[in-house]
């Protein structure tokens, strides 16, 4: 059993920035193809981010594109989710996810961490 704990949310002012660190135990993080999500207060949950098991692949939503950059340190079993220049639309609970080999969809979530950006 993964699990992933999140951390690094906050309050920002709109042009900030912001890093999320997700730290996974159990089964080495390098097992799996490393994500994050966001939820929008009324919204659906959607895809920001992901990075595959070396760190030699990422993939981005568009409305992120060019602001938000996805890593990962195996070695720390730890992946990260720097956010610049923040807009109030990137207001959210943000989820990190992992994903093994032969799955659709992400095999474990974490708790999600908060943030909020004002305008």
């Known amino acids: 059993q993964e699990q992933l704990v999140e951390s690094g949310g906050g309050l920002v002012q709109a042009g900030g920035s912001l890093r999320l660190s997700c730290a996974a135990s159990g089964r080495t993080v390098s097992t799996y193809r490393m994500g994050w999500y966001r939820q929008a207060p009324a919204k659906e949950r959607e895809f920001v981010a992901s990075i595959s098991r070396s760190g030699g692949s990422t993939s981005y939503a568009d409305s992120v594109k060019g602001r938000f950059t996805i890593s990962r340190d195996n070695a720390q079993n730890t992946v990260y989710l720097q956010m610049n220049s923040l807009k109030p639309e990137d207001t959210a609970v943000y989820y990190c996810?992992?994903?093994?080999?032969?799955?659709?969809?992400?095999?474990?979530w974490g708790q999600g961490t908060q943030v909020i950006v004002s305008s």
């Open positions: 996810t992992a994903k093994g080999p032969a799955a659709i969809r992400p095999d474990y």
